[in-house]
């Protein structure tokens, strides 16, 4: 059984904090790690994708991957308003394989 | 990314009956998905759909129940059969793409069964 663990929230954070989203994952040959953002009745959107053990910066967007741990992390930095949204972790074997998704972490910013 | 459209966008249908989903990419894929997100859950994936092939479905799926159709490498068709309020869902159609072979999702369909 391949699972992907993620809080489901609420998590609230003010505008102009850093939001923090945590998954775990069971499988350890997991090789690719994603994070989408899915506003509510909208479809899921590509926000990053990380290999590598370490951080990945993307704009206000941090993945962090520790696949000793078995962990993969999104970090928000001044967090926006807009910014809340259900957010997604999915990670697959490698090229072709299925994707796993967690159940999502809901975010809310409060301005 | 890709640009993937669906129709319908979102439907009331009533039980017992059929609704046809449709998938279109902007440029030829080799393998189409097609996932469930039923309300207040994550996504979980139906089938793999290639052109030319018998499409691929998981555990839970059946052909008879949601038949699949791929005549191109940029179409896709998914049916939801003899639909019950269970049906109730969004279906997505994705690809994968670019680096990382990342997973893209058309803007959904919004099915409720009534």
């Known amino acids: 059984q391949k699972e992907v663990e993620q809080n489901s929230g609420p998590l609230s954070v003010p505008e102009g904090a850093i939001a923090s989203l945590n998954c775990t994952y069971s499988d350890r040959g997991s090789q690719s790690f994603f994070w989408y953002r899915q506003y509510s009745g909208k479809s899921p959107e590509l926000i990053m994708f990380?290999?590598?053990?370490g951080d990945k910066e993307d704009g206000r967007f941090t993945a962090q991957l520790n696949k000793a741990s078995q962990y993969v992390s999104l970090l928000i930095r001044d967090s926006q308003p807009s910014d809340s949204a259900t957010y997604l972790c999915a990670v697959s074997l490698n090229t072709g394989n299925q994707f796993y998704f967690g159940t999502g972490t809901s975010l809310t910013v409060i301005p | 990314s890709a640009v993937i459209s669906q129709k319908p966008s979102r439907d009331i249908c009533q039980r017992g009956t059929s609704l046809t989903i449709q998938c279109q990419v902007d440029s030829q894929v080799t393998m189409m998905f097609w996932y469930r997100q039923q309300p207040g859950q994550s996504l979980t994936l139906i089938a793999t759909a290639n052109q030319g092939s018998e499409a691929t479905y998981e555990s839970g799926f059946v052909i008879d129940k949601f038949p699949i159709s791929r005549p191109n490498l940029t179409f896709s068709t998914l049916t939801v059969s003899n639909m019950s309020p269970e049906d109730s869902s969004i279906y997505l159609c994705s690809v994968e793409r670019g680096l990382g072979n990342t997973i893209y999702f058309g803007e959904g369909s919004w099915l409720t069964v009534v």
């Open positions: 990380i290999y590598s053990n």
